[in-house]
């Protein structure tokens, strides 16, 4: 009952979402439904954080992955901080009860305005991507300002990362140095972010001396940020992450190094792909030759991810009547060309009304989803401990207009 976007990964498990409870929570919260499991979160929690063993190691849950407040939360609970992409993070991670001082934000193009916003809500660490932000950050911050967030720079280094407009390149370093302490600021971190989906370690554990070199540049070197980029496996056949190797390799070198170097990660996708299912209702079913072409109640605007990326995500059918499969285009709620869910996918014979389960889409699907096609988004719901739960309204058609001006009455 295996799927596939693409035909580069064959089917391999018959992992599937309980009948019963995808029926009971469609019943009660409607479909399309993104549905977390908060026990199998936990449970990626725990092994990530327990990979590594050093005293001034923290983890910090990239929210751009996702951005529900009930999720955000069970961080919090396991002692993670949160990694910021932009302000609204930040927002999203007050909201959902992290101090200011457990917030790293790790951005690119803050105005003036927004840099403002981030000293009034205390965010604990600033990693800039410029000599200029980081003079704004000394112009907003003025003179006399009693406490200034921990400030750090993030890296550009084209041999390990390829060509990327974000970051600072080393050579850069000495002239910031420079220009913080004419601004009455101090850099004290590198950061560095390797790509998203980066499955393989070595390519991680390789690019470490690099990192390491280039901060020694910082006289007051305090802290690393390592970042994101780890990857999820997504289907059975390919490689997880190794992050006990990862974390040994890194922590063995900032070891070596002598400074007691605090440590900054900030996983996303590795840590909550894998806890979220998106729930579907087949809603027609056509046959073009040999293949099905299922119809579901749920687009690519919905989860963007697929179409946007690409990739592999395992489709179930959670009731079979029979142990035949075949060849199936499971295809969203519009005209779009490329309004496919999975192609190529191995399922049963379908009837309107069966319910598909997409896996790991808790990264970077409801976050990543839109109005595109006009369709309001999908509710979300926790299920943990053997209850569920709502954990986002579904949208209804209000959403589509409720932003715009047809009179000036309306301003
Ligand atoms: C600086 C930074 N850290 C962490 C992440 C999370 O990445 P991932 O989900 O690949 O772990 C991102 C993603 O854009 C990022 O830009």
């Known amino acids: ?136 950050l000394g ?98 056949d390919r490689p997880a992450f190794d992050w006990r190797s990862f974390a040994s390799a890194l922590t063995g070198q900032v070891r070596a190094l002598g400074r007691p170097l605090d440590l900054i990660i900030e996983p996303g ?9 998106l729930l579907t209702r087949v809603v027609s079913v056509k046959w073009q030759a040999e293949k099905q072409i299922a119809g579901v109640d749920t687009s690519v605007a919905n989860i963007a991810v697929l179409s946007v990326h690409g990739g592999y995500r395992e489709i179930n059918a959670l009731e079979s009547r029979s142990v035949e499969r075949y060849v199936t285009d499971v295809c969203g709620n519009t005209t779009f060309s490329r309004d496919y869910l999975g192609r190529g996918c191995r399922l049963p014979a379908l009837q309107p009304d069966d319910v598909l389960a997409i896996s790991d889409v808790g990264a970077y699907g409801y976050a990543m989803s839109s109005h595109f096609l006009h369709r309001p988004r999908p509710a979300e719901a926790l299920v943990e401990n053997g209850t569920h739960r709502l954990i986002r309204r579904r949208e209804d058609y209000s959403v589509l207009t409720e932003r715009q001006c047809l009179s000036e009455d309306d301003k």
Not at 20 to 36: H, K, T
Request: aromatic share 10%; hydrophobic share 40%; charged share 20%.
């Open 139 to 236: 112009e907003v911050l003025g003179v006399g300002q009693a406490s200034s967030p921990r400030v750090g720079l993030r890296l550009n280094l084209p041999g390990v990362t390829g060509e990327t407009r974000i970051g600072v390149n080393p050579v850069e370093l000495p002239e910031a140095v420079r220009n913080a302490g004419d601004a009455g600021l101090k850099v004290t971190g590198v950061h560095f972010y390797r790509g998203t989906a980066t499955n393989s370690t070595t390519a991680y554990v390789d690019s470490i001396a690099t990192v390491l070199q280039a901060g020694a540049a910082l006289p007051d070197w305090k802290y690393l940020d390592f970042g994101g980029g780890f990857g999820y496996p997504y289907s059975k």
């Open 269 to 277: 996708r590795a840590a909550i792909a894998g806890c979220g299912t």
């Open 1 to 136: 009952m295996n799927a596939a976007l693409t035909d580069e990964f064959p089917a391999t498990s018959e992992a599937a979402f309980p009948a019963r409870l995808a029926r009971e929570l469609l019943d009660e919260y409607g479909s399309p439904l993104y549905v977390y499991d908060g026990d199998v979160l936990r449970a990626a929690i725990r092994r990530i954080t327990g990979s590594i063993d050093y005293p001034g190691a923290r983890f910090c849950f990239a929210s751009v992955t996702n951005g529900n407040l009930a999720l955000l939360r069970i961080f919090r609970d396991q002692g993670w901080g949160l990694h910021a992409n932009t302000p609204g993070d930040v927002y999203l991670g007050l909201r959902a009860g992290f101090k200011p001082e457990d917030i790293v934000y790790s951005g690119s193009n803050l105005n003036r305005e927004e840099m403002k916003q981030m000293l009034e809500w205390k965010v604990g660490t600033l990693n800039l991507d410029s000599l200029a932000q980081l003079k704004l």
